[in-house]
T-cell receptor, first 112, second 116 residues
Framework: GGIITQTPKFLIGQEGQKLTLKCQQN?????MYWYRQDSGKGLRLIYY???????QKGDLSEGYDASREKKSSFSLTVTSAQKNEMAVFLC???????????FGPGTRLTVL | GDSVTQTEGQVTVSESKSLIINCTYS????????LFWYVRYPGEGLQLLLK?????QKGSSRGFEATYNKETTSFHLQKASVQESDSAVYYC?????????????FGKGTKLSVKS
């Protein structure tokens, strides 16, 4: 078995601030994902990475940067936090030979 | 693009009654997508409930079933007799492939409340 950890669990920032969310997985999975979940809107893909140092934009990448320096970790940076960005950010990973994505517990972002 | 539409908002069902959560999909990226139901129980992370990757097949798990119907582009989730422990948020999702660039498109989620 394995686990995905996301830090921090809760993140409070000021409008305009640069904020970083971190994700670690010990499944040794190849592909990792960042999703944003807004209330009543499901999950929307921000970035994904199919291997170390690879980055692919999702549907919602504007205003975000991502980094995959190691196979086990995938970071997401909110470049300038906005009040309408308050949401839960979910990290997921997947082995290339499998269809299933495994999700972390999420980081809840609040922008003041 | 790809999209998933499912029963919106909250559904309340009495314990031991039957349940259906509707899911329909639309895709331009792949002829026969992979279809999934994910679930988030209170206080837990999102997890896979069941998946079907072949059109016409049925998936099942924990008493839930869903059949991949390519004619109606639907993947409705059903359970004959719900329990209080089934209270959760359910998400229908479409996968565009099984390769390294596989992506999921999610519906907005349906919150199931089972009352005793």
């Amino acid at each position: 078995g394995g686990i995905i950890t996301q830090t921090p669990k809760f993140l409070i920032g000021q409008e305009g601030q640069k904020l970083t969310l971190k994700c670690q997985q010990n499944f040794n999975h190849d592909t990792m994902y960042w999703y944003r979940q807004d209330s009543g809107k499901g999950l929307r893909l921000i970035y994904y990475s199919i291997t170390e140092n690879d980055l692919q934009k999702g549907d919602l990448s504007e205003g975000y940067d991502a980094s995959r320096e190691k196979k086990s970790s995938f970071s997401l940076t909110v470049t300038s936090a906005q009040k309408n960005e308050m949401a839960v950010f979910l990290c997921a990973s997947r082995r290339d030979s499998s269809y299933e994505q495994y999700f972390g517990p999420g980081t809840r972002l609040t922008v003041l | 693009g790809d999209s998933v539409t499912q029963t919106e908002g909250q559904v309340t069902v009495s314990e031991s009654k039957s349940l259906i959560i509707n899911c329909t999909y639309s895709t331009t990226s792949i002829a026969y997508p992979n279809l999934f139901w994910y679930v988030r129980y209170p206080g837990e992370g999102l997890q896979l409930l069941l998946k079907v990757i072949t059109a016409g097949q049925k998936g099942s798990s924990r008493g839930f079933e869903a059949t991949y119907n390519k004619e109606t582009t639907s993947f409705h989730l059903q359970k004959a007799s719900v329990q209080e422990s089934d209270s959760a948020v359910y998400y229908c999702a479409l996968g565009n492939s099984g390769g390294s660039n596989a992506k999921l498109t999610f519906g907005k989620g349906t919150k199931l409340s089972v009352k005793s």
